[in-house]
């Protein structure tokens, strides 16, 4: 039997609360501290810290997080020669032809703001073939010999950037660069380590379900991975996982869906790309680009093709959740969706960032009553938006309490790695914006329900409401009492506790 005891914690206001939970589920929530309970209780001191039910990332790429950890990290490069010096260690590290990967490069923090272009890295890696992944995930900077290597020359289409004279810049986008990914060796060997890295730093920040997007090139891998690891009982938090349309078949052939192995992973849904990130300048906008006037982005599908797919996850009785940032794209997937949702969405299909959402599109999602998915942190990292949109439409961009007050279920989610993982991080960005757009800053219990009740509801479960005899013992525990607290300074907030099913999965001081 399995018991904890949390004392001396605050519960919806109150001061001096205590939490007793058996095998998993509360038993008692009771006021005053020093109750008596078995001698094999594991017993948290909260020391008034707040508790709520466990906090839910509902957007996030684990695999993606650990294999990062383990490629070249070029996250907070400002010129390319910081880059080259990384890479260069990079290169160091493998052997000659082996394949050498990176990620996190934004030229937004280069000098000037021009994409990096393959003769800046061909000289330190002749040997090897690189892929260096911008911040964002959708856009990509190989090296000559890996065009070579993959026989990219010949390509054509706007995903293979060509320079004026015809010649590959190196810079390849979206579903191109699916496929150069797709045939990377052996990238998913490592699976299992790679989710394990992230659930140690997701449980550290509090979180106690991450909805888990797999790759398109390496879900086998990954659904492998969470399957052997969930029936050995070695996951410590919850998943709820979105498949490429590409797993489709694996996993009806298998069966994998609804028989989860030791019971924390379930396939909710499908995850589908309609266009690309405003960073990189591919997402898909009704007009073009301020700083880019020729270019309004890319959708990776026809309308009628995305509708089939749409129609296709919807009859196999998967959420449908659609990667639509431009307002082009967003219409596109919430004319998609509409039409398989009915009047009240049963499936609860929802739109991945919606980022640029006018009053039309947002009455339009409603209409359909379509969900979202929000990450609070692009806002304050996208300190380039109004060179990309002009001043007239950033008052579009991330409109969450707009969203949130005219009745859209939008739920919270960090997109790690592209921003850190952290819940807390997630609600500050939330509350305070970074001093951009303010009448869309959401109040404490707002930015609450982004991570906690509209995520539940967004992954397919019931709202839990406030801790109370008879829910599942799943809490994130504050190190503080944020009643009031004023919302610049809950970033330094820190996580006491995590408790899933009644097991502390991280507690202060345990690294
Ligand atoms: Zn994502």
Redesign the pocket.
């Known amino acids: 039997m399995t018991r904890l005891l949390i004392e001396d914690c605050t519960l919806g206001g109150r001061s001096e609360c205590s939490i007793y939970c058996e095998e998993g589920m509360v038993v008692r929530v009771t006021e005053g501290t020093g109750q008596t309970v078995p001698a094999d209780t594991e017993v948290i001191d909260a020391r008034g810290g707040v508790v709520f039910n466990g906090f839910v990332d509902s957007?996030?790429?684990p695999f993606e997080y650990g294999w990062l950890k383990r490629s070249v990290d070029l996250r907070g490069t400002t010129n390319i020669t910081a880059l080259r010096l990384r890479l260069t260690a990079g290169v160091q590290r493998a052997n000659p032809g082996e394949w050498v990967t990176g990620m996190g490069w934004d030229q937004e923090s280069f000098p000037g703001g021009a994409m990096p272009n393959r003769a800046d890295i061909d000289d330190i890696t002749p040997a090897n073939p690189v892929v260096l992944s911008r911040i964002c995930?959708h856009i990509a900077l190989l090296n000559t010999k890996a065009i070579g290597d993959l026989g990219l020359e010949t390509q054509a289409g706007v995903e293979y950037e060509r320079n004026q004279a015809g010649a590959l810049t190196g810079i390849v986008k979206e579903k191109a660069l699916d496929d150069v990914f797709a045939s990377l060796p052996r990238r998913g060997e490592r699976s299992a380590a790679d989710l394990q890295s992230a659930e140690a730093e997701a449980a550290k920040l509090g979180l106690t379900c991450l909805h888990c997007?797999l790759s398109p090139e390496g879900y086998r891998e990954e659904l492998a991975a969470l399957a052997a690891l969930d029936s050995a009982g070695s996951l410590s938090l919850r998943y709820r996982v979105y498949i490429p349309p590409n797993a489709i078949d694996l996993v009806e052939e298998k069966g994998l869906r609804g028989k989860p192995g030791g019971g924390k992973v379930k396939i909710n849904g499908v995850k589908i790309y309609a266009d690309g990130s405003l960073g990189a300048r591919t997402s898909a906008l009704r007009e073009p680009y301020s700083d880019e006037p020729t270019n309004s982005g890319i959708l990776r599908y026809k309308d009628e093709e995305l509708q089939q797919l749409v129609e296709l996850v919807d009859s196999k009785g998967y959420q449908a959740i659609i990667?639509a940032i431009g307002d082009r794209a967003v219409e596109q997937a919430a004319d998609a969706l509409g039409r398989v949702t009915g009047a009240k969405n049963p499936r609860r299909h929802r739109i991945?960032h919606a980022s640029l959402l006018p009053r039309d599109l947002r009455t339009k999602m409603l209409n359909y009553c379509i969900r979202a998915t929000v990450q609070p942190m692009f806002i304050t990292s996208d300190t380039w938006a109004v060179d990309r949109l002009g001043e007239d439409r950033v008052n579009d961009l991330y409109p969450i309490r707009s969203m949130l007050s005219e009745g859209i279920v939008a739920s919270g989610g960090s997109?790690s790695p592209?921003e850190s993982m952290s819940p807390i991080l997630g609600m500050w960005a939330s509350m305070t914006r970074g001093g951009s757009t303010p009448r869309e800053s959401l109040a404490f219990e707002q930015a609450l329900t982004l991570y906690t009740s509209n995520a539940e509801s967004n992954g397919l479960e019931e709202p839990l409401g406030s801790v109370k005899e008879g829910v599942p013992a799943n809490f994130t525990v504050l190190d503080s009492d944020t009643n009031g607290m004023h919302p610049a300074l809950f970033r330094k907030v820190g996580v006491l506790a995590t408790v899933v099913g009644g097991v502390v999965v991280h507690s202060y001081g345990a690294g």
């Open positions: 957007h996030c790429h995930g997007i990667h991945e997109d592209v």
